[in-house]
């Protein structure tokens, strides 16, 4: 006896992140990648939350526009600490400066997410998990902005890499601080409806 998968079909992702990738990957999901073009700048008075979710809205909404048929997934995460919203670092010093406002705090990592069932209809969301990061000496700051692995990332820094050495608490998610809460993505994906896959 065959037994069904729990997916409903091939995914199309709107995003050239490997981590979102690796974590569709690292459940099965089969998905296909598409780059999305668009301009990420926050609009006066947005808040996080509606920042994610119309980023990650935007990034489907490009790459359904190119295709006939198919889910469109969106998906955009940022870090808010003390009122400040951490994208990604435009350069080392941008990076420590970030580094520097999560040095022993608590924050929040928001990721919107967006579903498009092209011809049909769109669900957006969002996930937030806490995260708490140890107070970070000027070595270990240093240290860490030489691997290179804040480049790139929202709040300058990768939970699932050498930042691990870092965090002492999570509330929430794991997944959705790597950048795709995907228990939110399988229950979002069962509420759009049928899908021409």
Known sequence: MQIPS????????????????EILSSVGWPFEAVTAGIDESRQYGETPADYVQRLAREKAEAVASMRATGLVLGADTTVVV??????????????????????????????????INIGGSTNVNYET??????????????WYLSTGEANGKAGAYAIQGRAALFIEEIE?????????????V???????????L
């Open 129 to 142: 998990t806490r995260v708490r990061f140890a107070r970070m000496t000027d070595d270990e700051i240093d």
């Open 186 to 196: 399988y229950q979002m994906v069962h509420q759009v409806g049928p899908t021409n």
């Open 172 to 184: 929430g998610e794991y997944f959705n601080i790597v950048g795709l809460p995907i228990r939110l």
């Open 6 to 21: 729990p997916f409903p079909g091939k995914l199309i992702l709107a995003s050239s992140s490997p981590r979102r990738a």
């Open 82 to 115: 003390n009122d400040n919203l951490l994208g990604q670092p435009s350069d080392d010093d941008d990076a420590r400066r970030m580094l520097c406002l999560l040095s022993g705090n608590w924050h929040d990592v928001l990721t919107g997410v967006a579903l």
